[in-house]
């Protein structure tokens, strides 16, 4: 939830009311005869968070939910259309290893640990599970009051994740289901992850935009992408330094944006789902406009063997406004697949193209046309051409041992013609 003016001047309401309960209160026994009260205090998450303590066979932890109604959007995507996406969105972005399923099948996870770089020594101590169904997105929110509830924390989300198939995140391969499976482990519980597909929109959402934006950060896509500007969020590193001062002084105030921080990456997470699979699925579906975009699906097609559609979206993307180092680079590669699907002349197009210009690829250009002249024309003259051409723009040792090739069989030819009989020239 947004923090505005209106709700922290409540929360301020609150704090002065638990101050004047507490201030009138009689002074507090000793820690060993008034533990269970003070322990009470120190957990009040229930004043600043929506929510309730769970208890369960491993204990207890408390848990918040959140639910956008289905007539709300997110920036540019409605919620409503979450739950009418196609059943084979994620088959293509996640090669085959996502089955055709439903999207109330789909469950989304983010978590909030004790610490960037994972390790046994790293927690989840809040854990954010999203999904979607008629009614809209919910948002439930699994948190340790204290390292010991982890075990109750699990079981809970272990058996919430039953009904669901699918396991959707963003780096979640990398960091948090690694993680915690290694919880559970420890809590020697078995792992709900282990019988769901995974799907890290991570490595989709970097092969659509990483040559658009400098960085593919959730929260980055989520202003450039879906249009969404954060107000009062917590910086992603400063969160384990603020559970580690909530442990130390029992005060839930500074840990109240990390809950909003989570519910929203969640959420974002869920409405990039609906954008980023459709460039997989079909790229026309999707609505690229952007020629960065474009070149980003067509090398995924070029890795998958998808040549023809590879160089047809690489050849749409050239017509778009690109950097010249884009440019020359997708023109290289047109170029390249052409000649890998035999057709030499959309491959000379393009290295003489290269060739005219001052780039990166200009030399290689020409030595491709010097090839193509000298093996399949048999024509040595063009073939010594191009590569006195490329020699006047790099003098390197394979260039040179072209040209004295070259300067060989055009000798050896110019030697034949003299010995034909002048007979011979005459008719």
């Known amino acids: ?220 896509l989520e202003g450039q992408i879906l249009g969404v500007e954060r107000q009062g969020d917590v910086p992603g590193e400063l969160i384990p330094y603020l559970y580690f001062d909530y442990l130390r002084k029992g005060e839930i105030a500074r840990l109240v944006p990390v809950f909003h921080h989570n519910a929203i990456d969640i959420l974002t997470l869920a409405c990039l789902t609906a954008i980023v699979p459709y460039a997989f699925r079909d790229p026309s579906e999707a609505r690229l406009a952007h020629g960065a975009e474009m070149i980003g699906v067509a090398r995924w097609m070029r890795k998958a063997e998808r040549h023809e559609d590879a160089v047809a979206w690489m050849r749409q993307a050239l017509t778009r406004r690109l950097s010249d180092e884009l440019t020359y680079r997708t023109m290289w590669d047109v170029a390249q697949l052409e000649r890998k699907l035999d057709r030499p002349h959309g491959a000379l197009a393009m290295y003489a193209e290269l060739a005219q210009a001052r780039n990166p690829y200009r030399v290689a250009a020409l030595e491709e046309l010097a090839k193509h002249y000298e093996h399949r024309e048999r024509n040595a003259a063009m073939a010594m051409e191009f590569t006195q051409q490329a020699l006047r723009h790099a003098d390197t040792p394979e260039l040179r041992r072209r040209e004295q090739r070259l300067a060989r069989k055009l000798a050896a030819r110019k030697t034949a013609r003299l010995l034909v009989p002048s007979n011979e020239w005459s008719s």
């Open 1 to 220: 939830m947004e923090i505005h003016d209106s709700q922290i001047e409540l929360l301020r309401q609150r704090m002065a009311r638990i101050n004047e309960k507490y201030a009138s209160a009689p002074a507090p026994l000793p820690p060993l005869v008034n533990e269970s009260e003070s322990r009470q205090e120190r957990f009040c998450v229930e004043e600043w968070l929506n929510g309730e303590i769970v208890e369960n066979e491993a204990g207890t932890h408390y848990q918040t939910f959140r639910r956008w109604e289905r007539h709300r959007r997110h920036g540019s995507i409605d919620i409503a259309s979450l739950a009418e996406l196609p059943h084979d969105l994620l088959h293509a972005v996640s090669e085959g290893t996502v089955p055709h399923s439903p999207p109330q099948s789909w469950a989304f996870l983010d978590t909030e640990t004790t610490g960037l770089a994972g390790g046994t020594g790293t927690y989840a101590f809040l854990i954010g599970l999203g999904w979607v169904d008629a009614a809209g997105f919910h948002v439930k929110q699994y948190f340790l009051r204290e390292p010991g509830e982890e075990p109750s924390a699990l079981a809970a989300l272990q058996e919430d994740l039953r009904p669901f198939d699918v396991l959707v995140t963003y780096n979640g391969k990398t960091f948090d289901a690694p993680l915690l499976e290694t919880r559970f482990r420890l809590a020697r519980m078995r792992s709900p992850f282990e019988r769901m597909a995974h799907m890290d929109l991570l490595h989709g959402a970097r092969r659509l935009w990483k040559l658009r934006f400098e960085s593919c950060r959730l929260m980055e």
